[in-house]
């Protein structure tokens, strides 16, 4: 049978799971317990780690630092996100067939923050918090240890879409604490940010980018987004036998953490 392009786009990438599995110790599930029939491609990539993507990881580390998920990788482009239902990576499809994005790479790491919830009662959507991870390219599906320095915010049809800067532990990126110190220290990178962010959709029939952007919010917006969302996610989706504990105030223990005072949040 001779194979069309997105046939091989497809079968490429479903190959690119099953390596995913033996190179960072995720497993690539099939569709079903049977091989596809004659003129049926697999066409939906999913990706197990050891745990539960959404709700296996805590937010915050004893460390003051904040865990993400890392759904796609810096420089490409495959569509990959946290089910909140499954727990599972999974490629987004879109008119029965594999999302890439029909632009330029990601210029970060995307992912998310476990155990958090933007709650559709406060105008969220009803998912965990949108992250942009700086440094190196990091493989789907790794949980990474970062600190915030500020909000990229963005609208979206005319919804708020924001989405936390955070910078990896480790990271030349590491040392900045605020979007400020980001540009200081490493000139553009928020305009790189900004420019990819309100870009990638296009435009619409009027010509207008889809995506626009009044610019960033700071460090202490970006914290308190993240411990609200995680209070959220505590109070409201996760079940009693696995809802952490909760200080005399109602809170997650981990929800301020007393020595972050020390590195100036």
Not at 117 to 127: A, Q, R, V
Not at 173 to 193: N, Q, R, W
Not at 225 to 250: C, F, M, N, Q
Request: hydrophobic content about 35%; glycine content about 12%.
């Amino acid at each position: 049978m001779r194979k069309t392009p997105l046939v091989k786009t497809v079968a490429t990438l479903f190959g690119l799971s099953l390596a995913l599995s033996a190179t960072w110790g995720l497993s690539a599930l099939p569709l079903s317990g049977a091989e596809p029939g004659p003129g049926v491609t697999p066409q939906v990539s999913v990706l197990k780690g050891e745990k539960n993507f959404f709700t296996g990881y805590d937010t915050h580390n004893v460390d003051g630092t904040v865990n993400a998920v890392i759904e796609i990788p810096a420089g490409s482009t495959a569509k990959y996100e946290v089910s909140i239902k499954t727990g599972l990576i999974e490629l987004e499809q879109k008119n029965g067939a594999p999302r890439f994005v029909q632009y330029l790479g990601y210029p970060c790491n995307y992912g998310n923050i476990p155990r958090t919830i933007l709650s559709k009662e406060k105008g969220g959507d009803g998912d965990p918090v949108d992250v942009l991870v700086l440094g190196s390219a990091i493989p789907t599906g790794s949980v990474v240890k970062t600190r915030p320095i500020g909000i990229l915010s963005l609208v979206d049809g005319g919804e708020i879409d924001d989405k936390v800067i955070l910078v990896l532990e480790g990271s030349p990126f590491a040392s900045c604490k605020s979007v400020d110190e980001l540009d200081a220290k490493f000139p553009g990178a928020t305009t790189i940010l900004k420019t990819w962010f309100t870009s990638y959709k296009g435009r619409d029939k009027k010509g207008n980018l889809i995506l626009s952007s009044p610019g960033f919010k700071g460090r202490a917006e970006a914290i308190r987004l993240i411990g609200d969302a995680a209070l959220d996610y505590e109070r409201s989706v996760v079940t009693e036998s696995d809802k952490r504990a909760l200080d005399e105030k109602g809170n997650p223990r981990l929800y301020r953490w007393a020595g972050a005072k020390n590195l100036g949040e």
